[in-house]
């Protein structure tokens, strides 16, 4: 059974940093394209980043000169650093296997509140 499990949010001020991790199991992570989406209160759920089987990642155009995919294969995990937070990056925050359009597994979320 693949599972997916996200970690790493809370509460940041504006300005300041969180990393997430997504650490998946019951399947051949290299293998994966790895997706991040986030949910605000009352909105839709929208694409942030992908990072796929070849270690290139692509970040939405809004979040792109703040936010960092990686992954680890040997940990079978991905990161998604933001910088930089701003009160409009508070939202749930998911890790689903797939690429947008296209998503798997998707983990439970962590929420990620930026506020003063």
């Known amino acids: 059974e693949v599972q997916v499990v996200e970690s790493g949010g809370g509460l940041a001020q504006p300005g300041g940093s969180l990393r997430l991790s997504c650490a998946t199991s019951?399947?051949?992570?290299?293998?994966?394209?790895l997706t991040w989406a986030r949910q605000a209160p009352g909105k839709e759920l929208e694409w942030v980043s992908t990072?796929?089987?070849?270690?290139?990642?692509d970040i939405e155009y809004s979040v792109k000169d703040r936010f960092i995919i990686s992954r680890d294969n040997a940990k079978s995990t991905a990161y998604l650093q933001m910088n930089n937070l701003k009160p409009s990056d508070t939202a749930v925050y998911y890790c689903?296997?797939?690429?947008?359009?296209?998503?798997?597994?998707r983990g439970q979320g962590t929420q990620v509140t930026v506020s003063s």
């Open positions: 019951g399947v051949t992570f290299s293998n994966l394209d």
């Open positions: 689903a296997t797939g690429h947008w359009g296209s998503l798997g597994v």
């Open positions: 990072i796929y089987e070849n270690g290139v990642g």
